[in-house]
Nanobody, 118 residues
Framework: QDQLVESGGGLVQPGGSLRLSCVVSGLTFSRYTLNWYRRAPGKEREFVAAVSYTGWRTYADSVKGRFTISRDNDKSTLYLQMNTLKPEDTAVYYC????????????WGQGTQVTVSA
C-alpha cells in the first residue's frame, strides 16, 4: 500500500527551528520527485520545496535561505529543515511524491501541523 507519513511538526517560537520527516512506503522512492506543500488557515495550499531524483532542488521565494529540503533514498525518507521560522510559516505541511514517468501518479501524506508563535 502506498503511504506517506509526516512527522516532526509542533509549536515553536519565532526564530526557532524544526525538522519535518516524511517516510514513504510502497513506492520506488528513488525515482520520484518529492515535494513539500503547506496550507495556512484560510489560504490555498502552496508549494514550499521540491527535490528531484537527481537531487535538483527548488524553493518558494518565501522560504528560500531558511528551509532546506533533502532526501535519503536508503531510508525512503524526505526531510524539510526549517530555520528562522516566522509566524507566517504556520500551516499544515504535506509531503508529496510525484512520479515523473507518465501518467505521473501523485501521492500525498496526511500532513503535520507547524505552529510558530510566541
Amino acid at each position: 500500500q502506498d503511504q506517506l507519513v509526516e512527522s516532526g511538526g509542533g509549536l515553536v517560537q519565532p526564530g526557532g527551528s524544526l525538522r519535518l520527516s516524511c517516510v514513504v512506503s510502497g513506492l520506488t522512492f528513488s525515482r520520484y520527485t518529492l515535494n513539500w506543500y503547506r496550507r495556512a488557515p484560510g489560504k490555498e495550499r502552496e508549494f514550499v520545496a521540491a527535490v528531484s531524483y537527481t537531487g535538483w532542488r527548488t524553493y518558494a521565494d518565501s522560504v528560500k535561505g531558511r528551509f532546506t529540503i533533502s532526501r535519503d533514498n536508503d531510508k525512503s525518507t524526505l526531510y524539510l529543515q526549517m530555520n528562522t521560522l516566522k509566524p507566517e510559516d504556520t500551516a499544515v505541511y504535506y509531503c508529496n511524491a510525484n512520479d515523473p514517468i507518465p501518467p505521473g501518479h501523485n501521492y500525498w501524506g496526511q500532513g503535520t501541523q507547524v505552529t510558530v508563535s510566541a
